[in-house]
């Protein structure tokens, strides 16, 4: 796995990454990869904001894997800054290979580099597998979250 760079996303990967989140089941329903408009639109003002650290995981100059990592700042536990993991996703060819788990683990390194003292990310409740590859890298499953579509 020392082959492995994750950098930042550019404009360049968001077909790749699109195409990771459209391949699972739950994706399939929610995306739409013969349209990269949006996606394109949702990068630019993503790039933009510096809170945001949207990066890919690159091996053999292929993407292989993703992240969405976003830092925000708050009053709550006594003006603490956490961290929001979001769209962990990696490759069909590479799943089972620990690259998720190196995913993970830079996030939880850049959110220490960031000064935040929480890592949190939901996972949809059908998402048993990934509630126990969250639980083995120490995530707790300490909340009920509620998503409202707007």
């Not at 809170?51 to 006594?78: F, K």
């Not at 060819?93 to 990310?121: H, M, Y």
Request: aromatic residues 4%; negative net charge; proline residues 4%.
């Amino acid at each position: 796995m020392n082959d492995l760079e994750i950098r930042r996303a550019t404009a360049d990967d968001v077909p790749t990454i699109v195409a990771m989140l459209a391949d699972d089941p739950l994706g399939a329903q929610r995306e739409s990869p013969d349209d990269l408009a949006p996606y394109l639109a949702a990068f630019e003002r993503v790039a933009a904001d510096p809170n945001q650290h949207l990066v890919v995981a690159v091996r053999d100059e292929q993407v292989v894997g993703t992240l969405h990592l976003t830092v925000i700042p708050g009053l709550s536990r006594r003006g603490a800054t956490r961290s929001l993991v979001e769209a962990v996703r990696v490759h069909a060819d590479a799943r089972g290979s620990g690259l998720g788990t190196r995913l993970v683990e830079w996030a939880i390194a850049e959110s220490r580099r960031q000064g935040c003292t929480l890592v949190q990310l939901t996972s949809d409740a059908t998402r048993t597998d990934a509630h126990r590859f969250y639980d083995r890298l120490g995530f707790t499953a300490s909340h009920v979250g509620f998503k409202l579509a707007l």
